[in-house]
């Protein structure tokens, strides 16, 4: 069993995946604690549905798809940002129709794309096991960028989540601020897409930061809390996907709710 174990790491793609689990867990640790602690975790699911969008275009035009998402994703951030700061839409208004426009913008240049038509399961559902050496460096350089401005600018980004009207009158520029964080989200977002998918990477970047937040006190303990469990539930999940010959997306979601369910338990254990 313990020969069988360790003769997975001989496998270039099973290290590549491991590798992809865990940066990607550091950067939905990280994003996903601040979308949490807004109260704006549609943000995400709103994002990366807008990215199809992009893909779809992108496939059209002969592009590569993931450059296509990553544009429209962070135009679909700053419009969301802009439209419900400045145009006096709700954001959550603002959500669903970027969200339903994406999706049928992606779905529209699919079907016009002459030829080949493209495989969209790996888009919607993820596949860790095709992750290659180039997006291993995106998604280090990502979680290596996210850790230094976290720590460079951790009050301005604390107060401009928690309370914006203070950080106003505190004198931090908090439209400029956060339209810097979207652009953050949704790269974020659409690196983590190849990872998990359309469909899944909205729980990866809410499960975790929930489960944290049962018993982290503040803010910085919820980020590290979120990683952490983030980073065991994907591994674990990888894993049980290899060994059982299950979609791995689904199988690591799957397992980060169980750990959820667990905490959540032993908190109400705790309170008895």
């Known amino acids: 069993m313990m020969s069988e174990f360790l003769s997975l790491f001989s496998f270039a793609f099973f290290r590549n995946a491991l590798l992809a ?14 979308i949490v602690a807004r109260r704006s975790v549609f943000i995400s699911g709103g994002i990366t549905h807008a990215s199809f969008g992009g893909m779809g275009l992108a496939y059209y035009l002969g592009w590569p798809p993931f450059l296509g998402g990553a544009v429209f994703a962070v135009l679909s951030a700053l419009g969301i940002e802009w439209s419900s700061q400045k145009a006096g839409l709700r954001e959550d208004s603002a959500i669903a129709i970027l969200w339903s426009l994406g999706m049928a913008i992606g779905i529209l240049f699919v079907f ?3 030829g080949y038509t493209p495989n969209l399961m790996g888009f919607l559902f993820g596949d860790i096991l095709t992750v290659q050496l180039s997006d291993l460096y995106l998604l280090g350089g990502l979680s290596m960028v996210l850790i230094l401005v976290l720590n460079l600018f ?3 980004i604390v107060y401009t989540a928690f309370d914006p009207e203070f950080a106003k009158v505190s004198g931090l520029p908090v439209q400029m601020i956060r339209m810097v964080v979207a652009i953050f989200i949704a790269v974020s977002i659409v690196l983590s897409i190849k990872v998990m998918g359309i469909i899944l990477v909205l729980s990866l970047f809410a499960i975790p930061p929930s489960a944290a937040n049962l018993f982290a006190r ?7 809390g979120s990683v952490i469990i983030s980073v065991l539930g994907s591994i674990t999940g990888l ?8 979609p791995s997306g689904a199988t690591i979601i799957f397992t980060l709710t169980a750990f959820y369910g667990v905490m959540r338990g032993v908190k109400g254990m705790v309170k008895l």
């Open 21 to 34: 689990a865990v940066l990607t867990s550091i950067v939905a640790g990280i994003v996903g604690s601040y």
């Open 112 to 114: 016009l794309t002459p």
């Open 154 to 156: 951790y009050e301005p």
């Open 218 to 224: 503040s803010f910085k303990k919820v980020i590290i």
């Open 239 to 246: 894993f049980v996907a290899y060994y059982f010959d299950l």
